[in-house]
Nanobody, 122 residues
Framework: QVQLVESGGGLVQAGGSLRLSCGAS????????MGWFRQAPGKEREFVAT????????SYGGSVKGRFTISRDNAKNTVYLQMNSLKPEDTAVYYC???????????????WGQGTQVTVSS
């Protein structure tokens, strides 16, 4: 059983930045692909970014590519999402997820955090 806890969300003005963190416990973190997803009110959960267990491969959703960066520190059992040039449409609950393969589909991730709210004001 893997437990994931997100932190770093909050309220930020459009154009600003936030850095989300996700700490993992209860598993071998370095063996898992990690992903970030988000869900805005009335919308489906959306893929944001993923990173392979070895950190060499990353992928991003089209709406965030060039603005967001996913990274991981296996020594700290932590994955990060650096969010720059934030827009009001980035407002959502952001979820951290872990799985056994590098993937972009929600069904490929077995473990999920509780989510952290990101609100971007205009």
């Amino acid at each position: 059983q893997v437990q994931l806890v997100e932190s770093g969300g909050g309220l930020v003005q459009a154009g600003g930045s936030l850095r989300l963190s996700c700490g993992a416990s209860g598993g071998t973190f370095s063996r898992y692909a990690m992903g970030w997803f988000r869900q805005a009110p009335g919308k489906e959960r959306e893929f944001v970014a993923t990173i392979a267990w070895y950190g060499g491969y990353t992928s991003y959703g089209g709406s965030v590519k060039g603005r967001f960066t996913i990274s991981r520190d296996n020594a700290k059992n932590t994955v990060y999402l650096q969010m720059n040039s934030l827009k009001p449409e980035d407002t959502a609950v952001y979820y951290c997820a872990a799985g056994e393969r590098f993937a972009m589909a929600r069904r490929e991730y077995e473990w999920w955090g509780q989510g952290t709210q990101v609100t971007v004001s205009s």
